[in-house]
Nanobody, 123 residues
């Protein structure tokens, strides 16, 4: 399965961005999906996950209600809507596909990764 992210860029503090991740493969498995991020000089960390059916979502504590993960299985796409962005949200954001379908928070449960999209929050 190939994952391709888009939607990153430069945004001012308080602004919004919507990240997208399109999965391709034959067929695309029925999997949980997640977003992770890697801030400059830091380790990769969990941001949000969603189960295959979209009814169960998990968020990192630092999200604080600012981000929303969603998916459209008809188009094999996962989204991350990010509002009220802060400078500390600056990172490369990665989309990942879970080996299962539950939407785990655990890094090792994810088997396919995108190339990442850079989000920079700065004035």
């Amino acid at each position: 399965v190939q994952l391709v992210e888009s939607g990153g860029g430069l945004v001012q503090p308080g602004g919004s961005l919507r990240l997208s991740c399109v999965a391709s493969g034959r067929p695309v498995p029925s999997s949980g999906m997640a977003w992770f991020r890697q801030p400059p000089g830091k380790e990769r960390e969990f941001v949000a996950s969603i189960n295959y059916y979209g009814g169960s979502k998990n968020y990192a504590d630092f999200v604080e209600g600012r981000f929303t993960i969603s998916r459209d299985n008809m188009f094999n796409t996962v989204y991350l809507q990010m509002n009220s962005l802060k400078p500390e949200d600056t990172a490369v954001y990665y989309c990942a596909r879970e080996k299962g379908y539950g939407g785990s928070k655990i890094y090792t449960q994810y088997v396919d990764w995108g190339q990442g999209t850079l989000v920079t929050v700065s004035s």
